[in-house]
């Protein structure tokens, strides 16, 4: 039996279909960027640590199960990561069988665990402790000392049968970051298999005649928010709550530099950047273009913007990167601005929409745009201005994707913890809520709820048809428009 330090536990997400030719469907399969970076940070300093994904796994070894994982290798401490709501049943699942078939301690971390953490520790003996917020030093003091809970910052603890939080507070610094690399894929078991099931949906489904050309990776350019979106858990007031951090830290460019060139050298074909919270100080982006440049990296990227760019932007990233796999991606959520600006922590209007539209198209540059329904305020008859905005969209401007799907129940969201404000009747109030909706699904029972709640003017069923409806017709808008160039007609 192989022994390590630490073992951290990716948890999937399963859903059951009965009827179905793919029975048991693993989703959700994207890993946070921390936990590689966690990893390598305990590697460095003398710690054997490895991370297993168990849905990567599964993938891999249809037979695969975590009771065996934990009979061949032995470790005093395991960490699960609990970030993604999603993951609710899973992570405390596999916290079960960590103590039914090993006497490991058992940490979780991550968003979703640090904002439930009381609940979490109340209502399930697996686990010994929740570090809630950054988690560089406390896994670090943790190996250290597992005998002094009290001393490990961000901790909260099960002491007997009561819960203690530790005092003292850690939340990394610009410093901190920097110290950390976030691609030392060699710690991640079946690597080569999950950088090419991230970019597809990582189900069990047996048709192995799936293209797989394109391999994705995330890059990691900082930790924070500066808005808050009404529908976000990961906003500015959310990151103060489970972290205690007020302000967006960036990493310097030389290491995201670094990171860049690992992820080539790996044969990553696209990284994901989803990290905008300064529109007005895009200098950062500029400086990092033009180290890419210089270093030669040749690698695509989708780059999501949370609001539109000027032209300067836009050419200095299309100079940048490979242009095979690399879009611009923009969320406007809905056509109607008054819906927008009640519920994005960024706003613009539809004039400024269509002049970055503009300005996208003259450089020639592909981009997603991504539109939802349920918002707080939406109604039937403003959510025609999101389908009207999705058409001229479509009609005017070459596009790689357009898409529209309901929006989601998310922890710590405004709208999560002050529903009567943003108009919405929840229906996944506490962590247990979503534990037992989560495990319905991987057991195939039938669910009560789809999105976690309803709004004042739409219940779920007419939420989901306006997306249903929208695509509908926009995918028809597309069918025409392309009927067209190619025939003319």
């Given at each position: 039996m192989?022994?390590?330090d630490?073992l951290?536990?990716h948890?999937t997400?399963?859903?059951?279909?009965?009827?179905?030719?793919?029975e048991?469907a693993?989703t959700?399969?994207?890993?946070?960027?921390?936990?590689?970076?966690?990893?390598d940070?305990?590697?460095?300093?003398?710690?054997n640590?490895?991370i297993?994904?168990?849905?990567i796994?599964?993938?891999?070894?249809?037979?695969?199960?975590v009771?065996?994982?934990?009979?061949?290798?032995?470790?005093?401490?395991?960490g699960?990561?609990l970030?993604?709501y999603v993951?609710?049943y899973?992570?405390?699942?596999i916290?079960?069988?960590v103590?039914q078939f090993?006497?490991?301690?058992v940490v979780?971390?991550?968003?979703?665990?640090?904002?439930f953490a009381?609940?979490?520790l109340?209502?399930f003996?697996?686990?010994?402790?929740?570090?809630q917020?950054?988690a560089e030093?406390?896994?670090?003091?943790l190996?250290?000392?597992?005998?002094s809970?009290?001393?490990?910052?961000?901790?909260m603890y099960?002491?007997?049968?009561s819960l203690?939080?530790?005092?003292?507070?850690?939340?990394?610094d610009?410093c901190?970051?920097?110290?950390?690399?976030f691609?030392n894929?060699?710690?991640?078991?079946?690597?080569n298999?999950?950088r090419?099931?991230?970019?597809?949906?990582g189900?069990?489904?047996?048709?192995?005649?799936?293209?797989?050309?394109k391999t994705?990776?995330?890059?990691?350019?900082?930790?924070?928010?500066?808005?808050?979106c009404s529908?976000?858990g990961?906003?500015?007031n959310?990151?103060?709550?489970?972290?205690?951090?007020?302000?967006?830290?960036?990493?310097s460019?030389?290491?995201?530099?670094?990171d860049?060139?690992?992820?080539e050298?790996e044969?990553i074909?696209c990284?994901?950047?989803?990290?905008?919270?300064?529109?007005?100080?895009?200098?950062?982006y500029h400086d990092?273009?033009s180290l890419?440049?210089?270093e030669k990296?040749?690698?695509?990227t989708?780059?999501?913007l949370?609001?539109?760019?000027?032209?300067?932007?836009?050419?200095?990233?299309k100079?940048?990167f490979n242009p095979?796999?690399?879009?611009i991606?923009?969320?406007?959520e809905?056509?109607s601005?008054?819906v927008?600006r009640?519920?994005?922590?960024?706003?613009f209007?539809n004039?400024?929409?269509?002049?970055w539209?503009?300005k996208?198209k003259?450089?020639?540059?592909?981009?997603?745009l991504?539109?939802?329904?349920?918002?707080?305020?939406?109604?039937?008859?403003?959510f025609?201005?999101?389908?009207n905005?999705?058409?001229k969209?479509v009609?005017?401007y070459?596009i790689v994707s357009i898409s529209?799907m309901?929006?989601?129940l998310?922890?710590?969201?405004?709208r999560?913890?002050y529903?009567?404000?943003y108009?919405i009747s929840?229906?996944?109030?506490n962590f247990?809520d979503?534990?037992n909706?989560f495990k319905?699904l991987?057991?195939?029972?039938q669910?009560?709820?789809r999105?976690?709640y309803r709004t004042n003017y739409?219940?779920?069923?007419?939420?989901?048809e306006?997306?249903?409806r929208f695509r509908?017709?926009?995918?028809?808008?597309?069918?025409d428009?392309w009927q067209k160039?190619?025939?003319?007609?």
């Amino acid at each position: 039996m192989k022994k390590y330090d630490l073992l951290f536990i990716h948890p999937t997400t399963h859903i059951k279909t009965p009827n179905s030719h793919i029975e048991d469907a693993v989703t959700y399969v994207v890993m946070p960027m921390g936990t590689m970076a966690l990893a390598d940070l305990l590697d460095r300093e003398g710690y054997n640590v490895r991370i297993f994904h168990t849905g990567i796994e599964q993938i891999c070894d249809r037979t695969f199960q975590v009771k065996n994982l934990l009979k061949k290798y032995d470790s005093s401490l395991v960490g699960i990561d609990l970030h993604w709501y999603v993951h609710s049943y899973d992570a405390l699942r596999i916290a079960d069988l960590v103590k039914q078939f090993s006497n490991a301690q058992v940490v979780l971390g991550g968003f979703t665990a640090s904002f439930f953490a009381k609940e979490i520790l109340s209502n399930f003996e697996s686990v010994d402790a929740v570090i809630q917020g950054d988690a560089e030093v406390p896994l670090l003091k943790l190996l250290e000392d597992r005998n002094s809970f009290e001393k490990i910052p961000n901790l909260m603890y099960r002491d007997g049968k009561s819960l203690k939080q530790s005092n003292r507070k850690y939340i990394a610094d610009k410093c901190d970051l920097d110290r950390l690399n976030f691609s030392n894929f060699n710690l991640l078991s079946n690597f080569n298999e999950y950088r090419k099931s991230i970019s597809q949906f990582g189900d069990l489904d047996p048709s192995g005649y799936k293209a797989k050309l394109k391999t994705q990776g995330w890059l990691c350019i900082g930790r924070g928010c500066s808005v808050n979106c009404s529908y976000c858990g990961g906003g500015k007031n959310a990151f103060n709550i489970h972290s205690g951090r007020r302000t967006p830290i960036l990493r310097s460019k030389e290491k995201v530099v670094e990171d860049l060139v690992r992820l080539e050298e790996e044969k990553i074909s696209c990284v994901y950047i989803d990290f905008d919270p300064f529109p007005e100080k895009r200098g950062y982006y500029h400086d990092l273009f033009s180290l890419i440049r210089k270093e030669k990296i040749d690698i695509s990227t989708n780059f999501l913007l949370w609001s539109p760019s000027n032209r300067a932007f836009i050419q200095d990233f299309k100079r940048t990167f490979n242009p095979l796999y690399t879009t611009i991606s923009l969320s406007p959520e809905s056509g109607s601005e008054k819906v927008r600006r009640k519920n994005k922590g960024f706003y613009f209007n539809n004039k400024e929409l269509f002049s970055w539209l503009n300005k996208v198209k003259k450089e020639r540059i592909p981009i997603q745009l991504y539109f939802t329904s349920g918002l707080s305020g939406e109604t039937e008859k403003s959510f025609e201005d999101t389908i009207n905005l999705g058409k001229k969209v479509v009609e005017d401007y070459p596009i790689v994707s357009i898409s529209c799907m309901p929006i989601l129940l998310e922890p710590a969201s405004l709208r999560f913890l002050y529903p009567k404000k943003y108009g919405i009747s929840l229906k996944l109030r506490n962590f247990m809520d979503f534990y037992n909706h989560f495990k319905a699904l991987e057991k195939g029972s039938q669910v009560s709820t789809r999105l976690g709640y309803r709004t004042n003017y739409l219940s779920e069923h007419q939420i989901i048809e306006l997306s249903q409806r929208f695509r509908k017709i926009i995918s028809s808008k597309l069918y025409d428009k392309w009927q067209k160039v190619f025939f003319g007609n």
